[in-house]
C-alpha cells in the first residue's frame, strides 16, 4: 500500500479519521468553518493511512461552500443596512 494511491477500507472496518470525518460532515452542516477544520484534519489523518474518507471529503466541500455562501450573505446584508442608512429622509 503507498501513499499516493489511497484504498478504500474494507466494509466494517474502522480507520484513522472515519469517526471524525463523519462528525466532520455533521457540524459543517451547522457550524461551518469549525466543520471545515475538523473535516480537513479527518481527511489528513486517513491519507496518512493510506485509506479514503468520503464523509471527510464531503465535509470539507460542504463546510468551504457553505461558508462562502454565508460570507457573501453577511457581506451582502451589510451593504443593504449601510445603503438604507444613507437613504433616510426626515
Known sequence: MTASSPQPAPAGTDYPGKTLGIVGLIVAIF???IGLIISAI???QSKKAGYKNTPA???VIVGAVLFVIGLII?????VASVSMMGTTTY
Open 31 to 33: 457550524f461551518n468553518l
Open 42 to 44: 479527518a481527511l489528513n
Open 57 to 59: 471529503l464531503a465535509g
Open 74 to 78: 453577511g457581506i451582502l446584508s451589510v
